[in-house]
């Protein structure tokens, strides 16, 4: 039996699904639900992190400051975590999100750029806050490279570090494989976590595969609210876990609750596995295109499964959003208006 730390993605990774449009009074309300079902970390900020509203990225209708504060006066047992990708936030942000109530600082790189988090890890660990290493896209590196990403993160500080499957990519096999690596590289007081999107379905399955690796960390959101496909669904996986003979300190009912009656409700649409959102996960494109690729697609005529085909073959990953643009107006340029057969 392992107990699992869950930390609650929906008021970041949401973000990406409702435009980052969320009001401090709704993650507020989301806040208190997930603290009165026990979780343990809620983690809130733009969906590219504190410092992500940009023209780039996707405006906020309200600033980083003001969601975060408004999450930490809703709890009192609950962590608040705020993630900085290095590049789009700063240090400065990251001092601010601590000051306004977070104590879990979640440093993400893309996973063969773990030295760009150095200062970030260093500055977290060192002031107090839980410092987290957040590997993305780790379905694009081996197993043994990624383990030698993680040490890195590490050796600067962190005391839990991610397998992250941006694109929803992974499959239980591999999934557990990338755990399982990275918990014989690190030391034993440093945790392994999973982040799952659920672009083939695989979202829960993925972090119950994780666990049985080695992961003691996993990320949900309620009603699987996230880019892509979504999360995995938090209440499920709470569920699945207890059935699986493991623990949290999730309460089942309350969890299912404010999913259902405060979560449900702010949602622009449903979390489904659509053929985009199934190209994303097939193609290993980061989740957080998806939206990016329908108004691309809208804009030049061209399926956006093309589009996300096209930028899986470029290999493209979080940070190039401009380049799905790009890769839209030269389909249309071509006349590639919608996605050839894969080869395989």
Avoid at 56 to 79: C, K, T
Avoid at 258 to 264: H, I, M, P, S, T
Wanted: hydrophobic share 50%; net charge negative; aromatic share 4%.
């Amino acid at each position: 039996m392992t107990h699992v730390t869950l930390v609650d993605s929906s008021l970041r990774d949401g973000m990406h699904s409702v435009r980052h449009a969320f009001t401090p009074e709704q993650v507020a309300a989301v806040a208190a639900g997930l603290e009165a079902a026990g979780i343990d970390v809620v983690e809130v900020s733009h969906g590219d992190g504190v410092g992500g509203s940009s023209i780039q990225y996707g405006r906020s209708a309200h600033h980083d400051r003001e969601l975060i504060a408004a999450a930490a006066g809703a709890v009192e047992r609950a962590r608040i975590a705020a993630l900085l990708l290095p590049g789009i936030g700063t240090l400065e942000e990251l001092k601010e999100a601590q000051a306004l109530g977070a104590s879990v600082a979640r440093v993400a790189t893309h996973c063969t750029e773990a030295d760009i988090a150095q200062q970030h890890v260093e500055w977290a660990a060192g002031h107090g806050m839980l410092a987290v290493g957040f590997l993305m896209m780790s379905h694009m590196l081996e197993p043994a490279a990624l383990a030698e990403q993680a040490a890195l993160m590490a050796s600067y500080g962190a005391r839990v570090v991610y397998v992250v499957d941006s694109a929803g990519a992974l499959v239980p096999a591999s999934a557990a494989e990338r755990v399982r690596a990275l918990r014989a590289a690190l030391p034993a007081e440093v945790a392994v976590g999973f982040h799952a999107h659920n672009n083939l379905g695989c979202g829960v399955g993925n972090a119950l595969a994780a666990v049985e690796a080695g992961a003691t960390w996993l990320d949900g959101s309620l009603r699987g609210l996230g880019a892509g496909a979504g999360n995995a669904q938090l209440e499920v996986l709470a569920a699945a876990l207890e059935r699986s003979g493991h623990e949290s300190n999730a309460e089942l009912f309350p969890l299912m609750d404010v999913a259902e009656d405060v979560v449900a409700p702010l949602m622009p649409r449903a979390q489904v596995i659509d053929k985009t959102a199934l190209s994303l996960g097939y193609a290993g494109v980061y989740s957080s295109f998806l939206l990016h690729a329908e108004r691309a697609g809208a804009k030049f005529g061209v399926e956006p499964r093309a589009v996300l085909m096209e930028l899986g073959r470029r290999r493209i990953v979080g940070g190039q959003e401009d380049m799905i643009i790009d890769a839209a107006a030269e389909l249309a340029r071509r006349g590639t208006r919608s996605a050839p057969a894969a080869s395989r």
